[in-house]
């Protein structure tokens, strides 16, 4: 357990969770210039709820007793998170996808590179090439179910689907998509994996098509309140929720919800990643190819609220972002000069 932020060395510590019943070592191995007040706050920096009478919770009482006065209804206090540059794609490009997985994360097919597959390892803090896409996608969507990702779509409104074998290094076919499209989004919960919005040849989706990967066939979904081309999207709690359309899917009942929408206007084209039971809204685009936006805010949806954490060092759409191992990875895309990154930027949610 590693504390979070320590207001003063000597009378304050803060715990990154409640899980506490390991304390006795961090706290009473600093002998006499051990701690005279515990502050326990979470990640966000929100008090927690201790409760003496649980197995799990440390020992009030034991504490007082030596001479530890337990803090229980504290300032809020907000640990700092900040944009880091990270190594770069080994080609700049956008209207890329990007999956994790074991580890490693993936960033496929794009404009500048639309057949290009390159997978990140953070433990050599490189970029390796991997099999090309036998055919190139652009503006694609990918999500994946166990060790396969699969890829859907392509500009030009194609209804390509690939399947890459992550353990063997190789594509196949998928099966087509019911509806030619590009610039749609793709989230997995189960065996199934649901393609949602995005353009098609009549313009603006508003549709759901629904993967089974068990069975390698199509079903279709309640239609989205609206269209929705490039629209960014994250699981949490079983549902999909979709931006800047800020309705949420869930797929037990096949119905749509409303949650309140960010504080700033993202646009299109921004990204979405779950992590640390809270989603994460980065980047966008007003639709000028020339206009990249740079803010990123965090939405509870337990508390149907949001905040905000530092901005992006270049405003970015049409890019790809994974959650993997505590951190959020925005990986190349296009910027306020209508050109192509190949720059990564990495913020770290728990230390």
């Known amino acids: 357990m590693t504390p979070l932020r320590s207001m003063s060395a000597l009378t304050e510590l803060h715990l990154q969770n409640n899980e506490v019943t390991d304390i006795d070592p961090l706290v009473w191995s600093q002998g006499e210039g051990r701690p005279e007040s515990l502050l326990f706050v979470d990640l966000r ?53 990007t ?60 209804e390509t689907v690939q399947v890459y074998d992550i353990d063997k290094d190789q594509w196949s076919s998928g099966p087509g998509l019911p509806r030619g499209m590009y610039w749609g989004t793709a989230e997995t919960i189960g065996d199934n994996i649901y393609v949602i919005g995005g353009h098609s040849s009549i313009g603006p989706l508003s549709t759901v098509y629904i993967l089974d990967t068990t069975t390698l066939t199509w079903s279709q979904g309640s239609d989205m309140p609206a269209p929705a081309q490039v629209p960014a999207s994250a699981v949490y709690g079983g549902e999909i929720y979709i931006f800047p359309l800020n309705h949420k899917y869930n797929p037990e009942t096949d119905s749509w919800t409303p949650f309140t929408g960010a504080v700033s206007e993202h646009g299109y084209a921004s990204e979405a990643v779950t992590a640390e039971n809270e989603i994460y809204l980065i980047g966008g685009s007003p639709g000028s190819i020339y206009q990249a936006y740079e803010m990123t805010e965090i939405y509870d949806p337990l508390s149907d609220s949001w905040r905000t954490v530092e901005d992006l060092d270049i405003g970015r759409y049409q890019f790809g972002a994974v959650y993997l191992d505590g951190k959020i990875y925005s990986i190349g895309g296009r910027n306020g000069e209508a050109g192509a990154e190949d720059s990564v930027e990495v913020l770290i949610v728990s230390p």
């Open 99 to 158: 999956v994790s997985y074991e580890g490693k994360v993936y960033a496929i097919g794009g404009w500048n590179g639309p057949t290009v597959m390159e997978v990140f390892d953070p433990s050599t803090e490189s970029w390796i090439t991997l099999s090309p896409l036998p055919s190139g996608q652009s503006g694609l969507a990918a999500s994946r179910v166990d060790s396969h990702i699969y890829t859907f779509g392509s500009y030009g409104w194609e």
């Open 45 to 97: 920096g929100n008090k927690l709820d201790l409760k003496q009478d649980s197995p799990d919770m440390l020992n009030m009482e034991e504490l007082r007793s030596r001479g530890v006065e337990v803090i229980t209804d504290p300032p809020v206090v907000t640990a700092t998170q900040t944009w880091e540059p990270g190594p770069s794609l080994d080609t700049s490009r956008y209207g890329l996808a």
